[in-house]
């Protein structure tokens, strides 16, 4: 049978409405009863139950996402996920408010946080790039107590509870290792391309991608990063000039999920099968560009998981609980032409 508060008491030699006050940590209680009542429940392995508990005190959590607006497909597909899963959050007492902002203003961004800040907030999940500006703003959230988690991107120089999403490491060395196997022996070179380098996901990739490159495959030279920023008039002349320049390029790695324009120049301009092309994301334009075999790869993550993990992740920091690090880590997908109809779209 479960302990109860009861029990606590009879074992600490205090009253039950003693008990509730240190468990709910209100005021009015010596340290030395605070520390009779937390071995009593430790002794007797009492768990609470939050949810009870916030029931009765019909308490609702409120948590927002703050993601970038007017991004690609898969920021597209993320935001939509995030508006999903609030309306099923509902039947847990959670409130979610999705937040776009400016992707490269970190004015915007560090506006948005700080009116967060005065709110009642109970957990913030943030997808940006790190800024001096992002760092302090953190800073800040965390000392008034309101619990942030980074997704998809980390944002390793703040002080972050936890990270959502996958290894981007490891993603870039996977992207290696197809890289280099499916480019063959022939010596040649790889271009690069990134939305932006400012990004931490873009970063740790090219480092993992770098690593696995130079290590196993090293008669692959691996191009400076080409940043795009969505430009698609930039990008198209960005690789043709490389692909004029280097007759030598044998695969193409793009570091982000935005590859429309990638995918157009290669039909438009050069033959798909000279080019090993891997990408991220399964978003509906990489899935096309999968089947019809512009893509010969695409390593992905699931967005619901992410979404789900960073809800989990929040309410448990809120109630000062430890997370479930195996339930929240995100696994690194591999999708191709052969195993597209098993794996659905961004989710």
């Given at each position: ?97 999705l ?15 700080h ?120 990008i ?29 120049t ?16 399964l ?56 195993n ?8």
């Amino acid at each position: 049978m479960r302990p109860k508060i009861v029990d606590i008491a009879r074992e600490a030699g205090v009253s039950p409405a003693t008990v509730d006050r240190v468990l709910n940590g209100r005021a009015g209680v010596s340290d030395g009863t605070v520390s009779r009542v937390s071995a009593a429940a430790k002794k007797l392995a009492y768990v609470r139950d939050l949810s009870a508990a916030n029931l009765a005190k019909k308490r609702m959590y409120r948590m927002a996402f703050v993601i970038p607006e007017h991004g690609g497909q898969f920021q597209q597909a993320l935001a939509t996920e995030v508006l999903d899963s609030a309306s099923r959050a509902l039947n847990e007492r959670t409130e979610i408010e999705l937040l776009p902002v400016a992707a490269e203003d970190p004015h915007a961004l560090v506006r948005t946080l700080h009116a967060l800040s005065e709110s009642a907030v109970d957990g913030i999940a943030i997808m940006a790039p790190e800024t001096p500006l992002l760092r302090d703003a953190v800073r800040q959230l965390k000392e008034s107590g309101i619990p942030v988690v980074a997704i998809v991107s980390t944002l390793p120089n703040t002080i972050c509870d936890h990270f959502v999403g996958i290894d981007n490491i490891a993603a870039g060395k996977t992207a290696g290792v197809l890289m280099g196997r499916f480019a063959g022996r022939a010596p040649g070179k790889i271009l690069v391309l990134s939305r932006s380098m400012q990004s931490h996901d873009s970063v740790e990739r090219r480092s993992g991608f770098d690593d696995v490159m130079q290590k196993q495959f090293p008669h692959l030279e691996v191009l400076p990063t080409i940043e795009g920023h969505d430009d698609a008039q930039r990008i198209r002349r960005a690789i043709n000039q490389t692909l004029q320049l280097h007759n030598d390029v044998h695969g193409i790695y793009s570091l982000s999920s935005g590859n429309q324009q990638l995918g157009d120049t290669l039909s438009q301009c050069h033959n798909t099968d000279d080019f090993v092309v891997i990408a991220h994301e399964l978003t509906p334009y990489n899935r096309s560009a999968l089947e019809t075999g512009t893509f010969d790869a695409v390593i992905t993550q699931n967005i619901g998981h992410i979404v789900r993990s960073a809800i989990r992740v929040l309410r448990a920091k809120s109630d000062r609980l430890e997370i479930h690090r195996g339930q929240e880590k995100v696994r690194i997908e591999i999708v191709l032409k052969e195993n597209l109809v098993a794996v659905n779209h961004v989710d």
